[in-house]
């Protein structure tokens, strides 16, 4: 059964911006903590942002000041937003929540 299915990502200039969506089954949205996540060219997955259910946010401190992660729970859906993106943030992101993950979705950014 799928859990969490991210969208969004695509193709954008430096200094261009993205918002992932990551729509979570009713049944675990709103309940766990939910984590954004990338895996970049030649690197290891990473931790970029985080809210919990009472709203605590945490960013990576390479995406600190751009990025924003935020959440509806009428949606059961939480997001991330990526402003003045770099081409150091090409990576696939994922969304996880209680252990599943989503299949990702592809931000690049370059000229």
């Known amino acids: 059964q799928v859990q969490l299915v991210e969208s969004g990502g695509g193709l954008v200039q430096p200094g261009g911006s993205l918002r992932l969506s990551c729509a979570a089954a009713a049944t675990i949205f709103s309940i766990y903590p939910m984590g954004w996540y990338r895996q970049g060219p030649g690197k290891k997955r990473e931790l970029v942002a985080g809210?919990?259910?009472?709203?605590?946010?945490n960013y990576a401190d390479s995406v600190k000041g751009r990025f924003a992660v935020s959440g509806d729970n009428a949606k059961n859906t939480a997001y991330l937003q990526m402003n003045s993106l770099k081409p150091e943030d090409t990576a696939i992101y994922y969304c996880?929540?209680?252990?599943?993950w989503g299949q990702g979705t592809q931000v690049t950014v370059s000229s």
């Open positions: 809210i919990t259910p009472e709203g605590t946010l």
């Open positions: 996880n929540m209680n252990g599943f």
